[in-house]
Protein backbone atom coordinates (compact mmCIF):
# COMPACT_ATOMS: atom_id res chain seq x y z
CA UNK A 1 0.00 0.00 0.00
CA UNK A 2 2.74 2.73 0.35
CA UNK A 3 4.27 1.71 -2.87
CA UNK A 4 2.89 4.63 -4.42
CA UNK A 5 2.71 6.87 -1.41
CA UNK A 6 5.92 9.92 -1.57
CA UNK A 7 8.90 8.76 0.65
CA UNK A 8 10.51 11.81 2.22
CA UNK A 9 13.87 12.39 4.45
CA UNK A 10 12.85 13.38 7.96
CA UNK A 11 15.22 14.24 10.58
CA UNK A 12 13.18 13.82 13.59
CA UNK A 13 16.04 14.90 15.91
CA UNK A 14 20.02 15.98 16.32
CA UNK A 15 21.29 12.78 18.48
CA UNK A 16 25.05 12.74 19.81
CA UNK A 17 26.55 11.10 16.87
CA UNK A 18 24.56 13.38 14.46
CA UNK A 19 21.30 13.39 13.04
CA UNK A 20 19.12 10.90 13.36
CA UNK A 21 16.89 10.60 10.17
CA UNK A 22 15.16 8.02 7.75
CA UNK A 23 12.47 7.83 5.06
CA UNK A 24 9.13 8.05 5.74
CA UNK A 25 5.90 7.56 4.15
CA UNK A 26 1.89 7.22 5.35
CA UNK A 27 -1.14 6.68 3.85
CA UNK A 28 -5.04 6.61 5.53
CA UNK A 29 -6.04 2.62 5.84
CA UNK A 30 -9.10 0.91 7.32
CA UNK A 31 -8.14 -1.99 9.37
CA UNK A 32 -9.89 -5.27 9.60
CA UNK A 33 -10.59 -5.17 12.97
CA UNK A 34 -14.55 -4.48 12.84
CA UNK A 35 -17.47 -5.99 13.78
CA UNK A 36 -17.30 -9.68 12.63
CA UNK A 37 -19.81 -11.04 10.28
CA UNK A 38 -20.75 -14.04 8.45
CA UNK A 39 -19.98 -13.58 4.69
CA UNK A 40 -21.18 -17.39 2.98
CA UNK A 41 -19.25 -20.08 3.61
CA UNK A 42 -16.55 -18.10 4.49
CA UNK A 43 -16.88 -17.86 8.11
CA UNK A 44 -16.20 -14.95 10.51
CA UNK A 45 -15.27 -12.13 8.60
CA UNK A 46 -13.96 -9.10 9.93
CA UNK A 47 -15.91 -5.70 8.49
CA UNK A 48 -13.12 -2.50 7.99
CA UNK A 49 -12.85 -0.65 10.91
CA UNK A 50 -11.13 2.65 11.77
CA UNK A 51 -9.39 4.52 10.07
CA UNK A 52 -5.68 4.88 10.91
CA UNK A 53 -2.26 5.71 9.30
CA UNK A 54 -0.08 3.38 8.17
CA UNK A 55 3.60 4.80 8.19
CA UNK A 56 6.39 3.24 6.58
CA UNK A 57 10.20 3.75 7.66
CA UNK A 58 13.14 3.12 5.87
CA UNK A 59 16.17 3.49 7.47
CA UNK A 60 19.81 4.28 6.07
CA UNK A 61 20.67 0.74 6.98
CA UNK A 62 18.42 -0.99 5.30
CA UNK A 63 16.15 -1.89 7.80
CA UNK A 64 12.50 -1.46 7.17
CA UNK A 65 9.59 -1.11 9.56
CA UNK A 66 5.99 -0.49 9.49
CA UNK A 67 3.54 0.93 11.94
CA UNK A 68 -0.45 1.71 12.54
CA UNK A 69 -1.16 5.01 14.41
CA UNK A 70 -4.30 6.33 15.21
CA UNK A 71 -3.59 10.24 15.34
CA UNK A 72 -5.67 12.89 13.32
CA UNK A 73 -6.16 12.89 9.36
CA UNK A 74 -4.76 15.67 9.47
CA UNK A 75 -1.65 15.02 10.81
CA UNK A 76 1.19 15.88 8.88
CA UNK A 77 4.66 12.96 8.08
CA UNK A 78 6.82 14.47 9.98
CA UNK A 79 4.35 14.92 13.07
CA UNK A 80 4.13 11.11 12.73
CA UNK A 81 7.65 10.24 12.54
CA UNK A 82 8.53 12.39 15.85
CA UNK A 83 5.30 10.33 17.41
CA UNK A 84 6.68 7.25 16.47
CA UNK A 85 10.26 8.09 17.71
CA UNK A 86 8.88 9.68 20.65
CA UNK A 87 8.66 5.54 21.79
CA UNK A 88 12.26 5.13 22.35
CA UNK A 89 12.27 7.38 25.06
CA UNK A 90 9.73 5.86 26.97
CA UNK A 91 11.46 2.19 26.24
CA UNK A 92 14.50 3.75 27.82
CA UNK A 93 13.13 5.21 30.46
CA UNK A 94 11.08 1.45 31.21
CA UNK A 95 14.66 -0.47 30.74
CA UNK A 96 16.23 1.78 33.31
CA UNK A 97 13.44 1.18 36.17
CA UNK A 98 14.01 -2.26 35.64
CA UNK A 99 17.17 -2.39 35.82
CA UNK A 100 19.06 0.45 37.81
CA UNK A 101 15.96 0.60 40.11
CA UNK A 102 14.20 -2.94 40.35
CA UNK A 103 10.84 -2.31 39.06
CA UNK A 104 10.87 -5.83 38.08
CA UNK A 105 11.79 -6.87 41.25
CA UNK A 106 9.03 -7.27 42.80
CA UNK A 107 7.59 -10.43 44.78
CA UNK A 108 4.54 -9.30 46.38
CA UNK A 109 1.34 -10.65 45.89
CA UNK A 110 -1.46 -7.72 46.58
CA UNK A 111 -2.33 -5.47 43.41
CA UNK A 112 -1.69 -2.65 45.89
CA UNK A 113 1.74 -3.96 46.68
CA UNK A 114 2.87 -4.02 43.12
CA UNK A 115 1.30 -0.60 42.64
CA UNK A 116 3.33 0.75 45.48
CA UNK A 117 6.19 -0.83 44.21
CA UNK A 118 5.87 0.90 40.97
CA UNK A 119 4.97 4.32 42.38
CA UNK A 120 8.28 4.32 44.41
CA UNK A 121 10.38 3.55 41.44
CA UNK A 122 8.94 6.08 39.54
CA UNK A 123 9.70 8.71 42.24
CA UNK A 124 13.72 7.55 42.32
CA UNK A 125 13.55 7.50 39.00
CA UNK A 126 12.21 11.06 38.58
CA UNK A 127 14.36 11.96 41.42
CA UNK A 128 17.55 10.73 39.56
CA UNK A 129 16.69 12.29 36.28
CA UNK A 130 16.36 15.61 38.17
CA UNK A 131 19.70 15.16 39.15
CA UNK A 132 21.45 14.20 36.24
CA UNK A 133 19.71 16.96 34.16
CA UNK A 134 21.08 19.40 36.98
CA UNK A 135 24.29 18.14 36.44
CA UNK A 136 24.28 18.58 32.98
CA UNK A 137 23.11 21.96 33.18
CA UNK A 138 25.60 22.53 35.82
CA UNK A 139 28.29 21.07 33.05
CA UNK A 140 27.08 23.41 30.48
CA UNK A 141 27.02 26.42 32.49
CA UNK A 142 31.07 25.65 33.47
CA UNK A 143 31.87 25.68 29.60
CA UNK A 144 30.04 28.97 28.59
CA UNK A 145 32.63 31.43 26.95
CA UNK A 146 33.51 34.57 29.07
CA UNK A 147 30.86 36.87 27.02
CA UNK A 148 27.89 35.09 27.44
CA UNK A 149 28.78 34.89 31.33
CA UNK A 150 28.66 38.90 31.09
CA UNK A 151 25.07 38.61 30.20
CA UNK A 152 24.17 35.69 32.47
CA UNK A 153 25.33 37.98 35.44
CA UNK A 154 22.43 40.90 34.38
CA UNK A 155 19.46 40.73 36.02
CA UNK A 156 16.21 39.44 33.88
CA UNK A 157 13.95 41.70 31.87
CA UNK A 158 10.98 39.92 33.02
CA UNK A 159 11.43 38.45 36.74
CA UNK A 160 9.24 35.65 37.70
CA UNK A 161 9.02 36.51 41.03
CA UNK A 162 7.07 39.46 42.31
CA UNK A 163 9.19 42.86 42.70
CA UNK A 164 8.37 43.17 46.13
CA UNK A 165 9.08 39.41 46.91
CA UNK A 166 13.36 38.63 47.45
CA UNK A 167 14.32 35.89 46.36
CA UNK A 168 17.24 33.96 48.37
CA UNK A 169 19.44 31.15 46.36
CA UNK A 170 19.09 27.72 47.23
CA UNK A 171 22.47 25.71 47.91
CA UNK A 172 23.69 23.48 45.95
CA UNK A 173 22.84 19.17 46.54
CA UNK A 174 26.18 17.79 47.17
CA UNK A 175 27.20 16.17 44.18
CA UNK A 176 27.24 11.98 45.24
CA UNK A 177 27.51 8.64 43.05
CA UNK A 178 24.25 6.91 43.78
CA UNK A 179 25.87 4.06 42.23
CA UNK A 180 28.74 4.19 44.84
CA UNK A 181 26.61 4.62 47.72
CA UNK A 182 24.44 1.77 46.81
CA UNK A 183 27.53 -0.79 47.34
Wanted: positive net charge; aromatic residues 6%.
Amino acid sequence: MLADAPWRNICWRIGTKGKLEARFAAVRVRVADGPPQRIWDKGQQHLPGDEVWLIGEHRMSGEKKYYLANPPAKTGLRALASTIKARWICEQAHQQLKEELGLDHFEGRSWQGLHRHALMTMIAYAFLQHRRLAAARRKKKNQRPAASADLASRAPRHPRTHPSTTATAMPALPKMDLQQDAA
